[in-house]
């Protein structure tokens, strides 16, 4: 069963230059488990899937299903809570606080559940990545890596479905991308997530396990394996 699935998506907004149609009837799913890239050149409609997969808008036409449970008319309050308990972002600017910790930035996204301690999480997680020394650094004290790092630990500290991945190389230089993609595609394994991402670095296709290629807002291919 996929974990989220996207069917007939139409996305229309209002512009500046009249009514744009940015998807035009798509169809998209994800496994627990499976690494999807998403590629196509800059205006294709990427992003606006993207945010369509993290519950950050809703379609115009179509539905959109998470954990086989239709969300298309869920509030807002309703999505909001679906993306806090379902759903992890990494971004390539990394977004972290820089007057906070490594480990505060990790912990950050729980904080408003004050139901359960994450602090041992954050600190596993951080381990994991490859940052147990880093705990109570601040993001001026890291590398763009070391960054990234944190970022990914971030998105996994509610114990996501789903992690969105928007450029997640996008500012790191060539061997620190190749350590970052190896990083994600350990931890999909061992957190049995599925991993939606976005991007335009070709080197991201050699550790993918799903390719999808958009223009002009239609799917225009879908590799598998």
Same mark, same amino acid.
């Given at each position: 069963?996929?974990?989220?699935?996207?069917?007939?998506?139409?996305?229309?907004?209002?512009?500046?230059?009249?009514?744009?149609?940015?998807?035009?009837?798509?169809?998209?799913?994800?496994?627990?488990?499976?690494?999807? *890239?998403?590629?196509?050149? %800059? &205006?294709?409609? @990427?992003?606006?899937?993207?945010?369509?997969?993290? =519950?950050?808008?809703? !379609?115009?036409?179509?539905?959109?299903?998470?954990?086989?449970?239709?969300?298309?008319?869920?509030?807002?309050?309703?999505?909001?809570?679906?993306?806090?308990?379902?759903?992890?972002?990494?971004?390539?600017?990394?977004?972290?606080?820089?007057?906070?910790?490594?480990?505060?930035?990790?912990?950050?996204?729980?904080?408003?559940?004050?139901?359960?301690?994450?602090?041992?999480?954050?600190?596993?997680?951080?381990?994991?990545?490859?940052?147990?020394?880093?705990?109570?650094? *601040?993001?001026?004290?890291? %590398? &763009?890596?070391? @960054?990234?790092?944190?970022?990914?630990?971030?998105? =996994?500290?509610?114990? !996501?479905?789903?992690?969105?991945?928007?450029?997640?190389?996008?500012?790191?230089?060539?061997?620190?991308?190749?350590?970052?993609?190896?990083?994600?595609?350990?931890?999909?394994?061992?957190?049995?997530?599925?991993?939606?991402?976005?991007?335009?670095?070709?080197?991201?296709?050699?550790?993918?396990?799903?390719?999808?290629?958009?223009?002009?807002?239609?799917?225009?291919?879908?590799?598998?394996?």
């Amino acid at each position: 069963m996929s974990v989220i699935e996207l069917s007939d998506i139409v996305k229309r907004y209002q512009s500046g230059e009249g009514l744009i149609e940015a998807l035009k009837g798509i169809d998209f799913r994800a496994e627990r488990g499976e690494m999807v *890239t998403v590629i196509g050149p %800059s &205006g294709s409609g @990427k992003s606006t899937m993207l945010n369509l997969i993290g =519950l950050l808008d809703t !379609p115009t036409e179509g539905s959109v299903r998470l954990d086989d449970r239709d969300v298309t008319d869920f509030s807002v309050d309703e999505l909001t809570e679906e993306r806090r308990t379902g759903i992890g972002f990494v971004f390539q600017d990394y977004h972290l606080l820089p007057m906070l910790t490594a480990t505060e930035n990790v912990e950050l996204p729980s904080m408003w559940d004050t139901s359960v301690d994450r602090r041992d999480r954050a600190v596993d997680l951080l381990g994991r990545v490859g940052l147990g020394d880093r705990l109570d650094h *601040t993001p001026g004290e890291l %590398s &763009g890596g070391q @960054k990234q790092r944190v970022a990914i630990a971030r998105s =996994l500290i509610n114990e !996501p479905d789903i992690l969105l991945a928007d450029e997640p190389t996008g500012n790191l230089d060539q061997d620190t991308g190749e350590t970052i993609l190896e990083e994600l595609i350990r931890l999909k394994e061992d957190e049995n997530v599925a991993i939606v991402a976005v991007t335009h670095d070709d080197q991201m296709l050699d550790y993918t396990d799903t390719t999808v290629r958009i223009i002009d807002g239609v799917i225009q291919e879908v590799t598998r394996g």
